[in-house]
C-alpha cells in the first residue's frame, strides 16, 4: 500500500477508530475531567444571563468591548489549556497504553504556545480576508440579488470555515509529537498538505462540524445547567480527541512517521483471548 492509499479517508478512519476503541477508558476519563473543567470555569468566566443584563445598562460600543474583553480572553485561554491538554495526551496515549505526567507535563508548553502562534497569526488573515470579501461584496450589490449575494456569503463562510479547521487540525496534530521543525515550518507544510490532500481532512471536519451541531442543538434544548453542559462538553470533547488524532496519522503517514504497534499488539491479544 503506498502512501497515497494511507492518506486514503477510509484507511485513515479505520485507524483512528481502532486507536479510540483501544483507549477509550482512559480518553473518557480525561474527557470527562477537561469537561468538568471547562464547563465550571467558563461559567464562572461567562455567564450568559448576567452579561445581557450588565450590557442592557451600557451604550457606548467601547464600553462594552471594554467590559466583553476581559471574559473572552480568559476563554481564550481556557480553550488553549484544554486543547494542549487533549494533545498532550494523545501524545501519551500514541506511545504508551497508559497515562504517564513525564509524557504529557512536558508537551503542554510547547503546544499551547503554538497554538497561541497560529491563532494570532490566522485572526489577522482572516480579518483580511473579511474585509476584502465585503468590498468585493459591496461592488457585486449593484450587479447581484439579495438572495444571490446572501447565498454567495453562506457559501464563502462555509469555504473559509472548512479550509481554516482543516489546517488547524493539522497544525497541531503537527505538533503533538517533538520535532526539532520551527513554527514557520509547520506552518508552511501544513498548508501544502491540506491544499494538496484536501480530500479527507475536509470531510472529517465537515462530518465533526455536522455532529458538534447537532450536540449544541440538543444541549441548548435541554436547558442551560451545568449537568447537561458537562455531559455535551465531554462529547464534544471525545469527538476531538478523534479528530485530532485523524490529523496525527494524516501527518505521521505524510511524514513517514512509525509509531508503537500498540494496536496491532492489543488486536492480537484480543485475538489470544477469544
Not at 497515497?4 to 476519563?29: G, P, W, Y
Not at 475531567?33 to 470555569?41: D, G, N, P, R, Y
Not at 486543547?83 to 504529557?104: G, Q, R
Request: glycine share 2%.
Amino acid at each position: 500500500m503506498n502512501s497515497q492509499n494511507n492518506l486514503s479517508f477510509s484507511v485513515t478512519f479505520e485507524q483512528t477508530v481502532d486507536f479510540i476503541r483501544n483507549r477509550f477508558l482512559l480518553i473518557a476519563i480525561v474527557s470527562i475531567i477537561l469537561a468538568l473543567f471547562s464547563t465550571i470555569i467558563s461559567n464562572l468566566i461567562f455567564d450568559p444571563s448576567l452579561i445581557l443584563a450588565q450590557l442592557y445598562y451600557i451604550q457606548s460600543p467601547t464600553q462594552v468591548f471594554t467590559y466583553l474583553i476581559r471574559p473572552l480572553i480568559l476563554l481564550y485561554i481556557l480553550c488553549i489549556i484544554c486543547i494542549s491538554i487533549t494533545l498532550a495526551v494523545l501524545y501519551n496515549l500514541s506511545i504508551n497504553d497508559k497515562l504517564n505526567p513525564s509524557l504529557i507535563l512536558p508537551r503542554l508548553l510547547p503546544i499551547a504556545l503554538n497554538i497561541l502562534g497560529y491563532t494570532i497569526i490566522y485572526s489577522i488573515i482572516l480579518i483580511a480576508l473579511f474585509i476584502l470579501f465585503s468590498l468585493i461584496m459591496f461592488i457585486l450589490s449593484f450587479v447581484l440579488s439579495e438572495r444571490v449575494r446572501l447565498l454567495t456569503t453562506i457559501l464563502f463562510l462555509i469555504a473559509v470555515a472548512l479550509i481554516y479547521f482543516s489546517l488547524f487540525y493539522y497544525f497541531l496534530a503537527s505538533t503533538i509529537q517533538p520535532s526539532t521543525k520551527t513554527f514557520l515550518q509547520r506552518f508552511i507544510d501544513s498548508h501544502k498538505f491540506i491544499f494538496s490532500n484536501w480530500q479527507s481532512p475536509i470531510l472529517i471536519v465537515l462530518i465533526s462540524g455536522l455532529i458538534n451541531i447537532v450536540l449544541n442543538w440538543f444541549s441548548a434544548l435541554l436547558g442551560n445547567n451545568i449537568i447537561v453542559g458537562v455531559i455535551f462538553s465531554t462529547l464534544s470533547t471525545i469527538i476531538s480527541f478523534f479528530v485530532f488524532s485523524f490529523f496525527y496519522r494524516l501527518y505521521t503517514v505524510k511524514n513517514n512517521i512509525e509509531l508503537p504497534k500498540l494496536d496491532e499488539n492489543n488486536q492480537q491479544n484480543q485475538q489470544i483471548i477469544s
